[in-house]
């Protein structure tokens, strides 16, 4: 983890949030490579969720709703962890981590510490809308996507042609006054989300059913990017830690380096959204069947994930040192670059003008690194670092027989190409 954090703001995916101020603490800002590889992942999950897929829709709804929304989710009321304050220092930490509840008393340098009874602390980050600060201007942050996807049931259904079974998917920002962010990018205070909300008829069956499919099929995503598969894991919720309004809830964990941990979240969540915005609202939400007229109150099987931490697991599986090498070894279509162009020498007008354009032929179809800097060595040293599959270089040779040297980042491999065959070969390569 410390080699990959360190990694990370080297070769610029992730830096600290507002480093130069002395940082703000839960928040991250992705660099050049990191906003790359954010954009691929993100990208890649719309593709299989929205374009391929008859059944999904995508929407983008506002960070900031009606207070009431949030009322009617129960947010405001229950988005809570119970927390116990230091009475020395009044820093409050979760009572379920004795870890980090002990490794606190330690600070204290042996005096005594006392700490208040678990208290509830809202976890909604709170904002202020119009020019007059006061209650009635008090807004929230979103806590999490799901709702901006539910108050726009209706709306969806009366512009789209979709029928039940059908899903609304969403990427979003999402914000929560965590108490205690930490490890790395795992637990910020600001963050990314994707989610499918799956509509399906209100029947025991059924239900079942689609938590089965989207298990499965969420599984199958994360080992088709390339994660091992014996650091993932089901996790099926006891009947008394699921959230009171989901029928059946699973998370899909991941071994990371401080164990087992949830990265994302399958639920079916009954009609529990749908009903509650349907009270609050005083608007039906029931859908009518177009053939039978039967009219319902959907139920709504979720998945759910952020971005950063299956960003963060994937680079932790990607994470390789072999024979003296450090690489990334992420599936060329998350990799940020797909292919890096040097001329073997900065100072060869010929040779720069040859690599020059192929860099300029590939760059309409990938996103391609261009570095003549230093020798060799240290340019490919500086791709795997971040991921790039292949590196192309063209010397003295290319100029005569038009070939160029293809050197693969997982095997350190080097073969001979006809330039010519270039788009051809990373095509194939990259869309395996
Ligand atoms: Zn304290």
Known sequence: MDKLVSLAKRRG??????????GLAGMWDWGPVGSLLKKNYKDLWWKEMVQLRDDIVGMDAAIMMNTRA????????AFTDPLIECKICHE?????????????????KGK??????PQKFNLLVKAYLGIIEGKQSEIFLRGEITNGVHVNFKNVVDSTRVKIPFGIAQIGKAFRNEI????????SREFEQLEVQFYIKPDEAEGKKWFE???ENRMEWFLKLGMKKENLRFRDHADDERAHYARLATDIEYNAPWGWQEMMGIHHRGDWDLSRHQQFSGKTMTFRDPHTNEEY????IETSS??????????????HEEDGRTFLKLHPKLAPYKAAVFPLLANKEQLVEKAREIYNGLKEDFMVAWDDRGNIGKRYASQDEIGTPYCITVDFQSLEDGMVTVRDRDTAQQERINMIDIKEFLTRKINY
């Not at 409050?92 to 204290?108: Q, Y």
């Not at 005594?112 to 009874?117: A, I, L």
């Open 92 to 108: 409050r930490f979760r009572p379920d981590k004795p870890d980090e509840v002990t490794t606190h008393e330690a600070t204290h």
């Open 213 to 215: 499919y989207w298990k």
């Open 13 to 22: 995916f992730i830096f600290p949030g507002s480093e130069i101020y002395g």
């Open 297 to 300: 109150l959907p139920w709504d």
């Open 70 to 77: 949030w009322e009617a989710s129960g947010h405001t009321a």
């Open 306 to 319: 952020g971005l950063e931490r299956p960003l963060l697991f994937l680079l932790l599986d990607a994470y």
């Open 180 to 187: 205690t962010p930490g490890n790395f990018i795992f637990r």
């Open 112 to 117: 005594k510490v006392e700490w208040t009874e």
